[in-house]
């Protein structure tokens, strides 16, 4: 039989279908779109007490499928204070309103992240990948269709809201459909554990998106930190695990960590020796934005063993 390496038993492809979407997206010329999709989503998550992303630790720690629905159920009850809560604070933000319209779409996104994870909770991966792999590729067709190409400063209030609605409308549609039909019976005991682990949840969330966006926008002002970002981002959820790895299980994410970082830093050092130009910020900002992410996982999934 083939042995499996040892990351792929943590790995999971479906986390980083999505920020591949916005990536692709971005390279597409729709990084205002990307950018302001992935604000509302992110909005909605933090406003929602990162709850679709708490699921995956709290499904670990219940065996009991009943309590598996009804951390789930209540996820999906979050969502909608969370969309609420985030359209006002969007509001009362100077240059924020125009994300507003977007709000149901990042809780319908959040909402089909809910579906994705109870599949993954109970045992049918394929559903899952299947399913986040629709959302994807909708999130990319209402990102192409939301404006047109463009690789310059486009103002957000420039993005149509209406074909990322839809798509992410028929994402979760799709997402409820399969899990109805195939999460078998319905028996939940409501309970909010996956509540009681918002706060790691949140800074899981937040703490890498935050810093390269910041880092990025300090950095390069009126640079497109669109793909650099995502770019970052899939690197991030490619190392995602609900609990921080042993020293046995990190191992071979530290090697991959390090050699990123490796090459990220010998690519923006070379980035300083190109013309200056769109070629050259790009690459550092990419740079940039791995070495962020690289750091960011290691210090919130990684670890090492110390030898006395």
Not at 29 to 56: E, H, M, N, P, T
């Amino acid at each position: 039989m083939k042995k499996k390496h040892p990351f792929s038993y943590l790995f999971r492809p479906a986390d980083i279908l999505l920020p591949l979407a916005f990536l692709a997206a971005s390279l597409l010329g729709r990084g205002a779109a990307a950018l302001a999709l992935f604000a509302a989503l992110y909005a909605v998550k933090l406003c929602s007490l990162a709850a679709s992303d708490g699921l995956r630790a709290t499904f670990a720690a219940q065996p009991s499928v009943k309590y598996v629905q009804g951390s789930a159920i209540v996820a999906l009850i979050a969502q909608l204070p969370g969309a609420a809560l985030a359209a006002l604070i969007l509001h009362l933000i100077p240059g924020t309103r125009a994300l507003i319209p977007l709000v149901p779409c990042g809780m319908l996104l959040n909402a089909e992240q809910v579906f994705c994870e109870y599949l993954y909770a109970i045992g049918d991966k394929k559903s899952a990948m299947f399913s986040w792999c629709i959302t994807a590729v909708l999130t990319l067709l209402g990102l192409m269709l939301c404006m047109p190409r463009n690789y310059g400063a486009v103002e957000i209030a420039a993005v149509d809201p209406v074909w990322p609605l839809i798509t992410s409308a028929l994402s979760a549609c799709v997402g409820l459909v399969i899990c109805i039909a195939l999460g078998g019976k319905r028996n939940p005991v409501l309970n909010f554990e996956v509540m009681r682990r918002a706060p790691l949840s949140m800074l899981q969330a937040a703490l890498c998106p935050a810093l390269m966006l910041a880092a990025l926008t300090l950095l390069w002002p009126a640079g497109p930190v669109a793909a650099p970002l995502f770019a970052g981002l899939a690197l991030y959820e490619a190392c995602r695990t609900p609990f921080r790895r042993s020293p046995l299980e990190s191992r071979p994410l530290n090697r991959l960590l390090l050699a990123v970082a490796a090459v990220a830093g010998v690519c923006g050092a070379l980035s300083r020796l190109l013309p200056h130009g769109p070629l050259s910020d790009a690459v550092a900002m990419t740079s940039v934005a791995l070495l962020i992410a690289a750091l960011c996982a290691f210090g919130l999934y990684g670890s090492i063993t110390i030898k006395k």
